[in-house]
């Protein structure tokens, strides 16, 4: 595949500039993984030493809580960014696991790594301050998002404003998500299919 035809290519170019022949040298900072549906690429417990990006996929992180039940706190499509953004800053050990939704393909990088690339490219600097405000600011939209509306209404927001998500990740991991439970969003599903 050439530089230009690679998903990562063009996502970074819609925020920073580089020259094209830069790009093998940045992607050469990164490790690129499979993973099969359900597999998990961090764990709870674990020292969260890379950051995952979606090439092709979904992935999902989530914690278990106290009663073992799983809570998903983020979804990464194609394009988006998944880790444990504080651990990761902080070379801690991560409260949260990230599982593959279905058959996936990621950029991963370490910490290491991470510092290497942003040496070698500074204009990557600006690129991930970008990627990490949206991150950031979706975080602050979902908790307003709780206090503001019902569960149906909170439900519908998310199948309406994030539809690639509603039609690709199983409802039970939009319920964990929404802090809702799996036979609510069937309620509501069914009430709006009438």
Known sequence: MKATEHPFYHHLKKYVSFEDTDFPKILSHFETLTLAKKEIAMQAGNPCNHNYFVIKGCL?????SENGAERTVQFALEGWWLTDFLA?????NTDFNVQAVEKSQVLCISNEQQELLLKEFPVLERYFRTIYQIAYGASLIKVKYVYDLSKEEIYLHFTEHFPE?????PQYL???????TPEYVSEIRAKNRS
């Open 88 to 92: 990761f800053q902080n070379r801690t």
């Open 165 to 169: 998500f509603a039609q690709r990740v």
């Open 174 to 180: 939009i319920a964990s998500f929404l802090g809702l």
């Open 60 to 64: 999902h992180m989530y914690f278990t």
